[in-house]
């Protein structure tokens, strides 16, 4: 499972630093701890809803100024808060009533603030790697305060780097639920959902980005674009990369990306058409073959008889009884050979019958195919016009020509002799162009960058326009 790279948002928290603090008030905050912790065991004071509140105070005030004091002062701080509660619950107060101002958010003159306290110290356990017991601490401050977004969010990114990404998903989402508008928290999420292959998830956290943050619409398209591939939903993608390339033109990925799914596309359509053209010329060889084996029975039938009718005439000539035991055994072969080739022809036939009209299908795909390359190829100029000498762009191109001129090699190299002699000859000098046709590109993508791909294709390259010169080929420039 890929990791998010995830930049901390915490380190806006100071962590105090005992040098930092007047050392008389340390030493109070010491003896005032020291105290509490010793109340709590009294059984008249532990009574008190008042100790528990004077405690949750206290331990509020070290976790946000004294937090080397105790690194889990907050959550000591929110126990008792909650404890000061449940003394008086029988018969609730004065104390009650601050202690719960306190648990939902509310803060006093004395800067007491248990959200802030808690997220602080989450903070802490962020930055020392604790991230487990940095996300107990955000959970905690999200209870406390609900509407707050520092928690969720800073809790997503704990999660995160503890690799769960399930918890992330579901903080990250509160996040943005209590009105979180950061344009790269709903990219991180919906990367979350993409990671867990929810990808419907994904999508609707992206078209609820396009609505909050519509100055990041473009982003959030592209992004888009991701996941509609992650799902195979091509056609949607494409149609999503046309309305960016409209809308930043001068952005050469959109139009590379468009020119790549409709490449593979005009590769799919070409593996199809072979496909269904090698199924269509099953049936004549094997019908061949069957025909083979009948003549060849009928031939070793006859010369059978010719050899028994021999024998009759000559009972004690042991060189026609071999032959003629050598065609039997000839013939149990061709039988064989034979029956294969019925059970051969009738899977075939099976087979055809599930294709249908084979014609048809090859004759629509043709068309995708056309189709396909023409978007292709139109998506790979407007990639280079944006930016001329982007080597993806100029590879693909260059790909694109020398995969036409291989195209059109093979269907000279399947003529026979004859129609070789009549049309094969007029087309090696189109061949010759179309190769021709993709040097140039693949000769700038080089330049652009000297990837070991490129090097290789211009070797081959070489090799084949070699190949036509030495046979007086003449290239003819095509479009």
Same mark, same amino acid.
């Given at each position: ?7 901390s ?5 100071a962590?105090?630093a005992f040098?930092?603090? /007047?050392?008389?008030?340390?030493e109070?905050k010491?003896? &005032?701890k020291e105290?509490?912790d010793?109340a709590?065991t009294? #059984?008249k ?8 509140? /004077?405690?949750?105070?206290? +331990?509020?005030?070290i976790a946000?100024l ?6 889990s ?5 929110y ?7 449940e003394?008086d619950?029988a ?5 009650? =009533?601050?202690?719960q101002?306190y648990l939902?958010?509310g803060t /006093?003159d ?7 306290s808690?997220?602080?110290q989450g903070?802490e356990?962020f930055q020392?790697?604790?991230y487990?017991?940095? $996300? ?5 401050a999200q209870?406390?305060? #609900?509407?707050?977004t520092l928690? #969720?969010?800073?809790g997503a990114y704990?999660a995160m780097?503890s690799n769960k990404?399930?918890?992330a998903?579901?903080?990250m989402e509160?996040?943005?639920?209590k009105?979180g508008k950061d344009?790269g928290n709903?990219? $991180?999420l919906?990367?979350l959902y993409r990671m867990e292959?929810q ?6 956290v992206l &078209?609820k980005g396009?609505k909050?943050?519509?100055e990041?619409k473009?982003?959030f398209k ?9 799902t ?5 993608a =494409?149609?999503?990369?046309?309305e960016?390339?409209?809308l930043?033109?001068?952005?050469a990925?959109?139009a ?8 593979n596309?005009a590769t799919?359509h ?5 496909k ?5 010329k =099953?049936?004549a060889?094997?019908?061949k073959k069957?025909?083979?084996?009948e003549?060849t029975?009928k031939?070793f039938? &006859?010369?059978?008889k ?5 024998i009759v ?6 060189d026609?009884?071999?032959q003629k035991?050598?065609l ?5 072969e061709?039988?064989?050979a034979w ?8 899977q075939a =036939?099976?087979e055809?019958?599930?294709?249908g009209d084979?014609s048809?299908?090859i004759?629509?795909?043709?068309q ?5 390359r ?5 998506a790979y100029?407007?990639a280079l016009?944006a930016d #001329?000498?982007?080597y993806?762009a100029?590879?693909?191109?260059g790909?694109? +020509?020398?995969?036409?001129a291989v195209e059109?090699?093979?269907?000279? &190299?399947?003529m026979?002799m004859k129609? +070789?002699n009549t049309?094969g000859k ?5 061949v010759?162009?179309?190769?021709k046709?993709?040097e140039? +590109?693949f000769?700038k ?12 294709i211009l ?5 084949v326009?070699k /190949?036509?010169?030495t046979n007086k080929?003449?290239?003819e420039?095509v479009?």
């Amino acid at each position: 499972m890929k990791k998010l790279i995830v930049t901390s948002a915490l380190s806006f928290f100071a962590i105090t630093a005992f040098g930092q603090v /007047d050392k008389l008030l340390l030493e109070q905050k010491k003896k &005032d701890k020291e105290k509490s912790d010793k109340a709590i065991t009294d #059984p008249k004071a532990m009574a008190k809803s008042s100790t528990w509140l /004077d405690r949750g105070k206290l +331990y509020d005030e070290i976790a946000r100024l004294y937090t080397e004091m105790d690194s889990s002062a907050a959550l000591v701080a929110y126990d008792s808060f909650k404890k000061a509660v449940e003394v008086d619950a029988a018969k609730p107060g004065k104390v009650t =009533k601050e202690a719960q101002k306190y648990l939902t958010g509310g803060t /006093d003159d004395a800067g007491t603030n248990l959200g802030t306290s808690l997220v602080k110290q989450g903070a802490e356990k962020f930055q020392i790697g604790n991230y487990d017991g940095a $996300i107990k601490f955000f959970n905690v401050a999200q209870e406390v305060n #609900p509407k707050d977004t520092l928690a #969720p969010l800073y809790g997503a990114y704990s999660a995160m780097k503890s690799n769960k990404n399930d918890v992330a998903a579901t903080m990250m989402e509160s996040y943005i639920d209590k009105g979180g508008k950061d344009a790269g928290n709903f990219a $991180i999420l919906a990367q979350l959902y993409r990671m867990e292959k929810q990808n419907d998830k994904a999508l609707a956290v992206l &078209d609820k980005g396009m609505k909050v943050l519509p100055e990041s619409k473009n982003a959030f398209k592209a992004e888009r674009v991701n996941v509609l591939l992650d799902t195979q939903r091509l056609e949607e993608a =494409k149609v999503a990369l046309k309305e960016l390339i409209e809308l930043e033109p001068k952005n050469a990925q959109y139009a590379l990306n468009l020119g790549i799914i409709n490449g593979n596309e005009a590769t799919q359509h070409a593996a199809e058409i072979r496909k269904l053209t090698e199924s269509s010329k =099953k049936l004549a060889p094997i019908e061949k073959k069957i025909k083979e084996a009948e003549e060849t029975e009928k031939v070793f039938n &006859d010369e059978v008889k010719r050899i028994s009718g021999l024998i009759v005439k000559q009972p004690k000539n042991a060189d026609l009884k071999r032959q003629k035991a050598e065609l039997e055994t000839k013939l149990k072969e061709n039988k064989a050979a034979w029956e294969e080739a019925k059970t051969e022809l009738a899977q075939a =036939k099976e087979e055809a019958a599930k294709l249908g009209d084979v014609s048809a299908k090859i004759a629509e795909l043709n068309q995708k195919l056309t189709l396909a390359r023409t978007a292709e190829k139109e998506a790979y100029n407007k990639a280079l016009a944006a930016d #001329p000498n982007n080597y993806d762009a100029l590879f693909n191109m260059g790909v694109f +020509y020398f995969n036409e001129a291989v195209e059109m090699k093979k269907e000279i &190299d399947s003529m026979d002799m004859k129609d +070789y002699n009549t049309k094969g000859k007029a087309l090696q000098g189109k061949v010759c162009g179309k190769f021709k046709q993709s040097e140039p +590109y693949f000769i700038k993508a080089k330049a652009a960058k000297e990837e070991e791909q490129v090097v290789e294709i211009l070797k081959q390259l070489e090799i084949v326009m070699k /190949d036509f010169e030495t046979n007086k080929v003449v290239c003819e420039e095509v479009k």
